[in-house]
């Protein structure tokens, strides 16, 4: 079982930018990573996936054009570059690993079967 640890939440002002780490204990370079986020009495909402078949990646549509993806695989390492926050980017943040390949939708949680702990952005307006 791979372990996740999230870092790089914080505070930030409307606009601003922060970038989330997501450090794995091995190797995740054949694994499809994802980023979902989640608030206090909602469900878990997918934000970005990174295909380890091809290197793809999709997008909430909430967060299309203004969230990026990447994976240093020498680092085991998966990043999520977040710019133009906005208030209701605040969430707790999480990563997580589809270590099986099931076969559901990146954005249903049921995929994952790793999970970090989570890291905080609160975004200010």
């Known amino acids: 079982q791979v372990q996740l640890v999230e870092s790089g939440g914080g505070s930030v002002q409307a606009g601003g930018s922060l970038r989330l780490s997501c450090v794995a204990s091995?190797?995740?370079?054949?694994?499809?990573m994802a980023w979902f986020r989640q608030t206090p009495g909602k469900e878990r909402e997918g934000v970005a996936v990174l295909y380890a078949r091809n290197g793809n990646t999709n997008y909430a549509g909430s967060v299309k054009g203004r969230f990026t993806i990447s994976q240093d695989n020498a680092k085991n390492t998966l990043y999520l570059q977040m710019n133009s926050l906005k208030p209701e980017d605040t969430a707790m943040y999480y990563c997580?690993?589809?270590?099986?390949?099931?076969?559901?939708?990146?954005?249903?949680?049921?995929?994952?079967?790793?999970w970090g702990q989570g890291t905080q952005v609160t975004v200010s307006s």
């Open positions: 091995g190797s995740t370079y054949s694994t499809t």
């Open positions: 997580a690993a589809d270590l099986e390949g099931r076969g559901v939708f990146w954005y249903n949680p049921r995929r994952y079967n790793s």
